[in-house]
């Protein structure tokens, strides 16, 4: 997906960089974030590093705070695997997380909401699923407010579908 910066009021929308390393680190870092998004967290720069530059080749999206341009949350889309393994250009699956502060604020809805509408204008993409464990409600909402609808689930997550075609 392309994206070229974007300011939708208090976030900003744009491409991962090199320069975002320590604040990369301080997300992929933390606890809290790591267990509601289902992820050991990094316990080091050098795997930050590793990490980050995988997310930046497969176009990951940051948001940023717009006054300070920091970084404080992802949104990360991955090609779905078909029945032989291989990839499903058409179907994404869909990452996301926000730092605590900016959680239940509106941010995630909205930076979706900017992603899902580059996507439809792409016309590539046809279905659109996120995956989160039940307990996190927040992540539940995101997807709601943004038109997806129950797909699947199992004892610990549910996973929803966004269709854009």
């Not at 997906?1 to 976030?11: D, E, F, Q, V």
């Not at 604040?23 to 606890?31: G, K, S």
């Not at 997310?55 to 940051?62: G, Y």
Request: charged share 25%; proline share 1%; glycine share 6%.
């Amino acid at each position: 997906m392309r994206i070229s910066k974007l300011n939708l009021g208090k976030i900003t929308i744009d491409r991962l960089s090199f320069a975002d390393l320590d604040a990369y680190f301080e997300l992929m870092h933390n606890d809290y974030i790591a267990k509601y998004c289902g992820f050991v967290p990094i316990d080091s720069r050098v795997n930050a590093k590793m990490l980050l530059d995988s997310d930046i080749e497969n176009n990951t999206v940051a948001i940023r705070d717009s006054d300070s341009n920091k970084l404080i949350g992802l949104i990360n889309l991955f090609e779905n695997v078909g029945d032989n393994n291989e990839p499903l250009s058409t179907e994404l699956d869909l990452g996301y997380l926000i730092q605590g502060d900016y959680s239940h604020k509106g941010y995630m809805t909205l930076a979706l909401s900017k992603v899902i509408e580059l996507l439809k204008f792409e016309n590539k993409v046809k279905k659109l699923f996120g995956t989160f464990k039940k307990d996190n409600v927040g992540s539940m909402n995101v997807l709601k407010k943004n038109g997806f609808i129950k797909f699947s689930s199992d004892s610990e997550t549910e996973t929803w579908v966004l269709n854009l075609k």
